[in-house]
């Protein structure tokens, strides 16, 4: 922190502001005390230039294009290590010893299976529900289920309630995906890792044993990497805000999963997918490219562009190695999507229109061609991504939680409504 300070003057009333120096990015105005000393709240629709809070756990530099785990580049990250190891730096702040991992990665293991009563959550839907709204629903009442890790106040519940939902949500996710497509639950094996018992889960039928590819696992568990966490975006405010009134850790993650929902956030990924199939060969990339650009079109370049990256978001550029490497050893390699994705990718950014407002792909505009070659529905894109940011939610979740001085979130508004008047009796409206 700092003794700097910004002086403020409003008509004859002058206050002043303290400035708070991070360890990395820009400097924040403290503006906790000018309702009180100056009457004025600030305006900021979308809390694009707002610093909610403070945190420890990722940092992002839009302009340089850097997203940094607890001080770790993701992309050393994505290479050198793997999801539940970046789980347990997110969680706890330090990569751990051997031994850290062994038993995080046991705890979490033992924790996959879903109590057997849950299943007749999935069995009240329609077979045709989106699996996000399957998750929704089944991540919300697992309170219902779990009691035992509802009392944010006690360290221990919420160690357990962090463990169970990192643990569970790859079972939440497959058997969302096994439900919409008639076929039986698989349950989770303590034998495989992380990805190859999500991989399992979604792919093996009882009709045969299920080889986990090797190939297909490591993958899936980088995608989980990119995926983990991602500052203060929409999602991960969603679940702070709730989790500030004391909801159970259950509810919050569940409200987290429905703002990821959305085509803006983590819905891009399908609708990237849906956007490049439409599209279908390069030769009609002009024709989606101008749409892009006119202003009477609400369509839009999905996986492209983001409100904190202005240079390039170092998620995609990872992502779009593992495409060409995916494809590759799947013997997909001239896949016509990919081959559309990156002439896509490579005539957006050569016009003006995109370069001028810094729009680039996203962590979103190769991830679904990686997971269609693996054989997922585009369906399946965001539980996959919601799989992954669970750990995300659940870090700053709990760093909010341990913070003494949190508080209920409370925005105010700029009121343009109308001033009070009298109610009219209806014979004389
Ligand atoms: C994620 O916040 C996070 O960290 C999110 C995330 C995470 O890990 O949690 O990174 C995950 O959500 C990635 C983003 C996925 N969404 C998409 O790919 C959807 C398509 N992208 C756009 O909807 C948009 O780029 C946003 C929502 C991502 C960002 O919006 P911004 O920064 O608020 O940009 P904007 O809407 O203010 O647009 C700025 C200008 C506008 O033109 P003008 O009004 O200035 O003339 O750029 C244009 C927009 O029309 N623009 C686009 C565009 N994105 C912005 N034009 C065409 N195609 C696009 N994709």
Redesign the pocket.
Known sequence: MTDRSAKLTIDDTEIELPILSPTAGPDVLDIRKLYAQAGVFTYDP?Y?STASCDSTITF?DGDKGELLHRGYPIDQLAGKSHYLEVCYLLLYGELPTAAQLEDFENRVTNHTMLHEQMQYFFRGFRRDAHPMAIMTGVVGAMSAFYHDSTDIADPWQREVASLRMIAKMPTIAAWAYKYSIGQPFVYPRNDLDYASNFLRMCFAVPAEEYEVNPILSRAMDRIFTL?A????????STVRLASSSGANPFACIAAGIAC?WG???????Q??LEMLREIGTPNRIPEYIER??D?NDP???????????KNH?P?ATVMKQSADEVLDLLGVEDNPLLQVAKELERKALEDP??TE?K?FP????YSGIILEAMGFPTSMFTPI?AVS?TV?WISQWKEMIEDPAMKIGRPRQLYLGATTRDYQDIEDR
């Open positions: 979308g694009t992002i995926h966490d991602h500052e203060q975006n929409a999602s991960t990821l085509p803006a956030h983590g819905g891009a990924n609708a990237c892009a650009k202003k369509f839009r370049l999905m996986g492209f562009g983001h409100r904190v990256y978001d998620r229109y995109f407002k729009l996203n962590v979103d505009f991504f940011r995300g």
